[in-house]
């Protein structure tokens, strides 16, 4: 045994914390070990003596007695093959830091929380505008009922499995590296079910289509999600279930295009409406309204109708309904409105930029264009 006093050899204080004392372990052990120092007999002895200091002061009762009574306090009897007698595999080292790095170390596997799931969802326009509530109909896994989920025929229960000792994985080495890996036995499920369930076949869950009710809010788009919380897959062992997510996608409109909160709308206009102004009625998603067609509009004229768009569903603004006016060409004309358009395009020749204003500009640039290609 080692007669140096234990915390000088971890180099931790008397009232350290065993949290402490396990990272001054780790260091040393890792610094003094034989596998990094083959034939070094110096630190191979260091090893020891950091060994038998940790497995000393991390156990409650002969730290106690170790600090009331000093060396004498601990059975003398221990010797070579007692707590500082062996070189330890530098596995259990490494497995140690890395454990607390990557949450593996040596605890009992925890149950896994059960998978999310996804449910896409069509939306008319109307619908994801003003809100809806839908049923939905979704397989999913539930608890089996004769074994209340154990998996085990009822009146047994699941057994830990003996190869990993209920952790769910275990560790192939090989020299310095030690690597994890699901348990073979159990298939990393930490338990051995001798006896399964007749109904479920050890499986613990049984398949069972469930309805659910479905408010979508008001002024949804697409690429929106809806999470139901705990309505996703069960969970292992009781572990919480995962959550579903309702994926809304809205389909495209006859009337209307949406961009954000804003709707938009092709409203055809005769030419003697464009030429002489006029109301003329037009759809939103809460009816129809009018809107006054200013004298002289040409195509593409947009109006802007305030308020007649989208309630946006992260806040209390609205967006707008805009117009966009095309000026329809009159078709199947009878001979007696052919001639009254003639003579309507004779009464205008006598100063076409004064009622054509684009189209003389639009003469002039040809003219031009073709002037300076001769030049």
């Known amino acids: 045994m080692s007669q140096r006093d234990f915390y000088e050899v971890l180099g931790v204080a008397r009232d350290a914390s065993e949290r402490d004392i396990k990272k001054?372990?780790?260091?040393?052990?890792?610094?003094?070990?034989?596998?990094?120092?083959?034939?070094?007999?110096?630190?191979?002895?260091?090893?020891?003596?950091?060994?038998?200091?940790?497995?000393?002061l991390t156990d409650s009762s002969k730290r106690a007695a170790y600090?009331?009574?000093?060396?004498?306090?601990?059975?003398?009897?221990?010797?070579?093959?007692?707590?500082?007698?062996?070189?330890?595999?530098?596995?259990?080292?490494?497995?140690?830091?890395?454990?607390?790095?990557?949450?593996?170390?040596?605890?009992?596997?925890?149950?896994?929380?059960?998978?999310?799931?996804?449910?896409?969802?069509?939306?008319?326009?109307e619908e994801a505008v003003a809100g809806v509530e839908k049923e939905i109909r979704i397989p999913s896994m539930v608890d089996c009922e004769p074994c209340d989920g154990s998996g085990a025929k009822p009146g047994t229960s699941a057994s830990t499995c003996g190869t990993c000792h209920g952790q769910g994985k275990v560790q192939m080495r090989q020299g310095f590296f030690a690597v994890e890996q699901p348990c073979p036995t159990c298939n990393g499920k930490g338990k051995i079910i001798k006896e399964p369930c007749s109904k479920c076949y050890g499986r613990g869950a049984v398949e069972k289509t469930k309805t659910l009710n479905v408010k979508i809010p008001a002024g949804v788009d697409t690429g929106d999600r809806i999470r139901l919380a705990g309505e996703g897959e069960r969970g292992e062992y009781g572990a919480a279930p995962g959550d579903l997510y309702v994926q809304v996608s809205v389909r495209e409109h006859s009337l209307f295009e949406r961009d954000g909160n804003n709707l938009y709308c092709e409203v055809p206009i005769s030419f003697t409406t464009a030429a002489l102004g006029g109301d003329i009625e037009v759809p939103t998603l809460e009816g129809k309204?009018?809107?006054?067609?200013?004298?002289?509009?040409?195509?593409?004229?947009?109006?802007?109708?305030?308020?007649?768009?989208?309630?946006?569903?992260?806040?209390?603004?609205?967006?707008?309904?805009?117009?966009?006016?095309?000026?329809?060409?009159?078709?199947?004309?009878?001979?007696?409105?052919?001639?009254?358009?003639?003579?309507?395009?004779?009464?205008?020749?006598?100063?076409?930029?004064?009622?054509?204003?684009?189209?003389?500009g639009f003469f002039d640039g040809v003219k031009k264009f073709f002037d300076d290609l001769k030049s």
């Open 24 to 56: 001054a372990y780790k260091r040393l052990a890792m610094k003094y070990h034989p596998d990094r120092n083959p034939g070094d007999a110096a630190a191979e002895a260091s090893f020891k003596e950091v060994k038998e200091a940790y497995e000393i």
């Open 289 to 360: 309204v009018k809107l006054k067609i200013a004298a002289e509009t040409q195509t593409g004229r947009m109006y802007r109708l305030r308020g007649k768009g989208v309630k946006s569903v992260r806040s209390h603004s609205v967006g707008d309904l805009i117009c966009k006016v095309t000026v329809e060409t009159p078709v199947s004309l009878t001979e007696h409105q052919k001639k009254l358009l003639k003579e309507f395009e004779t009464s205008l020749s006598g100063k076409p930029e004064k009622h054509r204003p684009k189209a003389e």
């Open 67 to 125: 600090d009331q009574f000093g060396h004498a306090g601990i059975d003398p009897n221990r010797g070579g093959g007692g707590f500082g007698g062996g070189q330890g595999d530098f596995g259990d080292i490494f497995g140690d830091v890395f454990g607390d790095i990557f949450g593996g170390g040596r605890r009992q596997r925890q149950p896994a929380r059960g998978q999310d799931l996804r449910y896409n969802m069509d939306l008319t326009l």
